[in-house]
């Protein structure tokens, strides 16, 4: 029996993990001719772009995303998606979450970095996956990606 059969994917990646990725994964597919805007991303995904706002702002801080201000602005890839893993954006989750939680006391200091180290020992393999990885598996779905209008 394998960790993903027996774990349920809520107990190895948080829901703002999975919106990060999923973020990202819609930036990479719909930010390659003009950046995307959040409200894209949250039409996009049944959200509100107040909910998606402070994720893209974390992945534009940790250098995953590029963000530009003004009327033709919006959010790109700053590097190469086959460089940019699942992991590399857990740990920018993660990273932003200890910023905010920074009165931890020593037991859950001790408790978050082990934990972290868990992670990290998974990223190795299984969490290696990248944003093209992602990509190229939603584009095989030809599944509709949703369209958000622009200037609305």
């Known amino acids: 029996m394998t960790l993903a059969s027996t774990t349920p994917l809520s107990n190895i990646v948080s829901r703002k993990e999975l919106l990060l990725i999923v973020a990202v994964v819609?930036?990479?597919?719909h930010?390659?001719?003009q950046p995307v805007r959040t409200r894209e991303v949250a039409a996009r995904?049944?959200?509100?772009?107040?909910?998606?706002?402070?994720?893209?702002?974390?992945?534009a801080g940790c250098g995953i995303l590029q963000s530009k201000r003004g009327r033709n602005g919006?959010?790109?890839?700053?590097?190469?998606?086959?460089?940019?893993?699942?992991?590399?954006?857990m740990r920018a989750a993660r990273g932003a979450?200890?910023?905010?939680?920074?009165?931890?006391?020593?037991?859950?200091?001790?408790?978050?970095?082990?934990?972290?180290?868990?992670?990290?020992g998974l990223s190795e393999s299984?969490?290696?996956?990248?944003?093209?990885?992602?990509?190229?598996s939603a584009?095989?779905?030809?599944?509709?990606?949703?369209?958000?209008?622009?200037g609305r």
């Open 126 to 136: 299984s969490l290696g996956i990248t944003i093209q990885d992602l990509v190229e």
């Open 45 to 59: 995904h049944s959200s509100r772009a107040r909910f998606f706002e402070p994720l893209l702002q974390i992945l």
């Open 26 to 29: 819609d930036v990479a597919i």
């Open 97 to 120: 979450e200890e910023k905010v939680a920074g009165r931890q006391n020593a037991i859950e200091r001790l408790v978050s970095r082990t934990l972290e180290a868990a992670v990290d």
């Open 31 to 33: 930010g390659r001719d």
């Open 74 to 89: 919006g959010y790109r890839l700053a590097r190469d998606p086959r460089r940019i893993t699942v992991a590399d954006l």
């Open 139 to 150: 584009e095989s779905l030809n599944a509709p990606h949703g369209k958000a209008r622009r």
